[in-house]
């Protein structure tokens, strides 16, 4: 087929108008599958490569050769700003066809939103939480919108994978299209997919097709990667070190940051000036400190600030703006920012990214690399990362740099191997379980216990839950009216149950924390939570305010800038590290490689940490003896693999090893002091982890894990269930210690 012929006359206007040359390959093998197919697709392809377009082209040639009698595309997106930079690209595509393009999120103008419901057509773009507000408050309105649907884009679905989020956006799919009696198509977009078979079988999942996942030559990744160390104070780590080869020594461009600053900011600060950057840091706190130091930088040099921030506490003028200067390309101004500005945002011809410490996962640290290297230039990354110098006698786990080797195994296991982390689809979601049988309840009324659970127990994502857990939820909702009988027997929400549907954050299945507008005179800076009383300072859009007032009714603060360096508290963060990257770290220690991209510091902060690794003894044994009673213990295990060890170790094990004062540095290593030698603690672990016992065993007496958003509404009897079978990783943990007694370290 040629693809090109295929495409409406106004696409391949449009193509012509661009400049293209030829179409690439992702976009053959787009037009293949989706001309040729009536298959669901996952398009997986690099950062930049075309995939919208690749996606959108047949999709806009097939509806406009059959005009839908409704909506003809529903495009899901995770990020508003994500919505609003593809509502241009699409509007202007489809500027001259009778195609309209809609977008429905919290920030839309209503005049707009009334506009498609008066008028179902084109394509519609939505996040998953305004889809969930659409579900419930438009429910009459879901037929004559969707009733013709034929595609449904997921945009960078691999975010979508791994979480409670993704498992929502596809429930509500799924209701949706039965609802509407419809059965659209589904194509996936991302750059970074592990494991594509598996991301396939997500995409599919109740939707009666399969998923055709296209190969073709994507062309050569071409990188520049550098990687540097910073301890927080002098000295360096190469200062007096002549034993390492000068073959391997990247010099460190000369900094001229303000004297006694901190180096490694000091660093980012020098390599900035002159170009349009992204920094990149792992928490709203952390990006806050960043930005709040880089501009102290700037006024001691007497520099013109040039720095800017954008997160997701952060009110939406701050985000826009900072989008929209960094889409100028004659900007030379860099941005501090978190995973906001992680996905498919197009904003311009981005120099170089930095990236702050490792990430928690490989698809973290490809999304970031991928937001430069547009335009036809190579994806430029400078990782930095930082530590205090560890304490004249401090034990063992403190002389590992772990967020340096972190950062390696990550691009190691990519370079090497290609792996990204693969769907997470063997949880006990009963949190998402009470979320939908709520929203199901709110948006349909009335209706018998069997007909709810018909409409819910059946989704995808539910698999694993049986019909007697739901009578324990739905007998545990009544008990706590977040739903009630009518005198017919039919099931409504209840009283209680109304504050929580009706609150428009229950649209939001991910955690949030209580969080305060902050407020300078008409300007509205953001969010924050926990603030502190009137005459204290925040730290918010990377400078610092007094608080003049809180409002805790209105859950507003009042504040004033000042000059000032404090920390920013946005809630916590949670990491979710996968074993391999663990595994890795280890190879990273225990190998002799040099990895190009390594700059001097670095160079040798890694070989003083593989000194460390091999004169322990860490290579061979994971327990590792600190003097006296106290152990260290390096298992090598992801985030949830860890969580079980610990567990595993302090109830399974404790007596028997006379186990005291355990301190995890999750999920890096346990120190502990306990009563037996190590011997002893390899066959007692082995013996315990060969027993067949209950995952239950693995939860503390009268402990209830809340681990998601609803779990508090939950039976505590769920809770412990979920977190037990679905959390805790009881499998890889039990290999791994069934596998010491063999003598293997990992």
């Known amino acids: 087929m040629n693809i090109f012929d295929r495409y409406a006359p106004f696409i391949q206007d449009y193509i012509y108008r661009s400049g293209w040359q030829t179409l690439r390959g992702v976009q053959n093998a787009a037009g293949e599958a989706i001309f040729g197919t009536e298959d669901n697709v996952l398009l997986t392809a690099s950062t930049a490569s075309g995939k919208t377009e690749a996606a959108f082209f047949p999709i806009l040639t097939l509806l406009d050769e059959d005009p839908p009698d409704s909506v003809g595309v529903l495009y899901i997106a995770p990020l508003k700003a994500l919505i609003n930079d593809q509502f241009e690209r699409l509007k202007d595509l489809c500027e001259e066809t009778g195609i309209p393009v809609f977008r429905w999120h919290g920030d839309v103008p209503q005049t707009q939103k009334r506009k498609l419901l008066r008028n179902p057509s084109g394509i519609l773009q939505i996040t998953p939480e305004s889809l969930e507000s659409l579900m419930i408050n438009k429910h009459m309105e879901i037929p004559s919108l969707f009733g013709d649907l034929r595609f449904i884009v997921i945009d960078e679905i691999h975010s979508l994978l791994r979480g409670d989020r993704g498992m929502q956006t596809f429930c509500l799919i799924e209701r949706l299209c ?8 589904r194509i996936g977009l991302s750059a970074t997919i592990g494991n594509p078979e598996a991301a396939g079988r997500f995409l599919a999942a109740g939707s009666g097709r399969r998923t055709v996942i296209p190969q ?83 006024e001691a040099n007497h520099e013109p600030d040039r720095f800017l921030i954008h997160h997701g506490n952060l009110s939406v003028s701050y985000r826009e703006s900072a989008e929209e200067e960094m889409k100028d390309d004659d900007s030379l101004l860099s941005v501090c920012a978190t995973a906001t500005l992680e996905l498919g945002i197009d904003i311009g011809r981005l120099e170089r990214a930095f990236q702050i410490d490792a990430p928690f996962t490989v698809s973290g640290f490809l999304q970031r690399m991928g937001r430069t290297g547009r335009r036809g ?11 205090d110098h560890p304490e004249p006698r401090a034990m063992l786990p403190d002389m590992i740099p772990w967020y340096l080797i972190q950062g390696i195994a990550l691009v190691q296991l990519y370079i090497e191997e290609r792996f990204v982390e693969p769907p997470r689809t063997e949880r006990l979601p009963y949190s998402l379980l009470y979320h939908q049988t709520m929203s199901t309840l709110a948006s349909c009324g009335e209706m018998t216990p069997g007909e709810l659970a018909s409409r819910v127990l059946p989704l995808s994502c539910f698999h694993r839950i049986s019909q007697e857990d739901y009578r324990v939820l739905l007998r545990h909702l009544l008990e706590i009216d977040h739903i009630s009988r009518t005198e017919t027997g039919g099931l409504i929400v209840g009283l209680a149950g109304e504050r929580i549907v009706n609150n428009y954050k229950f649209y939001a299945v991910f955690q949030e924390n209580i969080e305060y507008s902050v407020r300078s005179g008409p300007e509205e800076l953001g969010t924050i939570v926990k603030p502190p009383p009137a005459g204290d300072k925040i730290a918010i859009a990377g400078r610092v305010w007094v608080v003049d007032e809180v409002d805790h009714k209105k859950r507003e603060v009042y ?57 322990s003894g860490m290579e061979r044994h994971p327990l590792i003896h600190l003097g006296g009673n106290m152990w260290a213990l390096f298992p090598w295990l992801g985030s949830y693999a860890f969580l079980a060890l610990e567990r595993f170790l302090k109830i399974r094990c404790g007596k028997r090893l006379g186990l005291r004062g355990m301190n995890p540095s999750r999920p890096y290593c346990l120190q502990f002091t306990m009563k037996v030698s190590e011997e002893e603690f390899y066959q007692i672990v082995a013996e315990e982890a060969a027993k067949d016992f209950d995952p239950l065993e693995l939860v503390y007496p009268n402990e209830v894990p809340v681990f998601e958003k609803y779990d508090e509404y939950v039976p505590e009897k769920l809770v412990r269930k979920g977190f037990a079978l679905g959390v805790l990783d009881i499998e890889n943990m039990r290999q791994r210690v069934l596998g010491w007694m063999e003598n293997e370290a990992i």
């Open 178 to 185: 039965k609802l509407a009696e419809c059965n659209p198509r």
């Open 216 to 298: 073709f030559d994507g062309g050569k990744e071409v990188w520049r990667l550098s990687m540097e160390h910073f301890f927080n104070t002098a000295p360096q780590a190469d200062e007096g070190k002549e034993t390492v080869p000068e073959a391997l020594l990247v010099e460190s461009p000369t900094d001229t940051a303000p004297k006694a600053a901190d180096p490694g900011i000091g660093y980012i600060f020098e390599h900035t000036r002159g170009k349009k950057c992204l920094i990149f840091t792992n928490s709203r706190e952390e990006c806050e400190t960043v930005c709040q130091n880089l501009r102290q930088y700037c």
């Open 377 to 387: 230039n190579p994806s430029e990354m400078w990782f930095v990362m930082r530590e």
């Open 559 to 615: 504040c004033t800038l000042v000059k000032g360096n404090i920390p920013a508290y946005f809630g916590d963060v949670a990491g979710d590290i996968h074993t391999r990257i663990l595994e890795r770290m280890y190879g990273v220690l225990q190998e002799e490689k040099q990895y190009p991209y390594l700059m001097r510091h670095a160079v040798c902060r890694l070989q003083e940490a593989r000194d460390n690794f091999h004169r």
